[in-house]
């Protein structure tokens, strides 16, 4: 069975300052990632996600992720915080070899970036 | 706007009743799932359809149920609530129905049971 570990579940961070909300997860065999953001009374949104090929992912809003198999982690990064960047953060894997997982994803609890001016 | 719409936004009801939630999908997209947010579960995956048949099963509860039909359209049916259903409840879509491909999520329903 798969599972995501978001390690703090409250971020804070100043206003221009590095981002750094940290996923770890596990899988018998590396799962497709993801992260999404959610603002508060709304939906859940992609930020982005790794699949293959370059393990460096670049996403929306400046955000991007490394994915290291080695240390089955796959954090979330933005070198400058900006106030709309205040909402919570979900790491999420789905299965990628196919089986009885289908799309399911596993979601992280977690985490809350709270910004700062 | 994620394309994908969920009705209604809110639902207050009380213990014991039954509840329907309706999500459309995005044009073209073939897969619906369900999904339960609460602050003491977090979002747990309930269930998955693909193109009318059900696909995968999370820790859905026997009191739920759900169907997608001909034209895509998904409906999750609750009964005999209980208070600790109180949640919000999203729906997402996808092109397929594997794991490699973006979910889609709708505002959600936010039901209150009383």
């Known amino acids: 069975a798969q599972s995501v570990t978001q390690l703090g579940s409250h971020v804070s961070v100043s206003e221009g300052a590095l981002v750094l909300l940290r996923c770890n997860y596990s899988?018998?065999?590396?799962?497709?990632l993801f992260w999404y953001v959610q603002y508060p009374n709304q939906g859940l949104q992609l930020l982005l996600k790794?699949?293959?090929?370059?393990?460096l992912v670049k996403g929306i809003n400046g955000f991007e992720a490394e994915f290291k198999k080695s240390e089955t982690s796959f954090h979330l990064t933005k070198p400058s915080a900006h106030m709309s960047d205040a909402a919570e953060y979900f790491c999420?894997?789905?299965?990628?070899?196919?089986?009885?997982?289908?799309?399911?994803?596993?979601f992280g609890q977690g985490t809350i970036l709270t910004v700062h001016p | 706007d994620s394309g994908v719409t969920q009705t209604p936004k809110h639902l207050i009801t009380a213990t014991g009743q039954r509840v329907t939630l309706r999500c459309s999908p995005r044009?073209?997209?073939?897969?619906v799932y369900w999904y339960q947010q609460s602050l003491d579960q977090g979002l747990q995956f309930l269930i998955q359809?693909?193109?009318?048949?059900?696909?995968a099963k999370g820790n859905i509860l026997e009191r739920f149920s759900a169907q997608q039909f001909p034209d895509l359209h998904s409906e999750l049916n609750l009964s005999s609530l209980e208070l600790g259903d109180s949640a919000l409840y999203f729906c997402?879509?996808?092109?397929?129905?594997?794991?490699?491909?973006?979910?889609?999520f709708g505002a959600g329903t936010r039901l209150s049971v009383l």
């Open positions: 790794y699949t293959t090929g370059a393990t």
């Open positions: 044009s073209g997209d073939l897969s």
């Open positions: 999420a894997v789905s299965a990628n070899a196919g089986g009885t997982s289908y799309g399911k994803l596993t």
């Open positions: 899988s018998s065999v590396p799962p497709y």
């Open positions: 997402a879509s996808s092109e397929t129905e594997w794991g490699k491909n973006i979910q889609y």
């Open positions: 359809y693909y193109n009318g048949e059900e696909r």
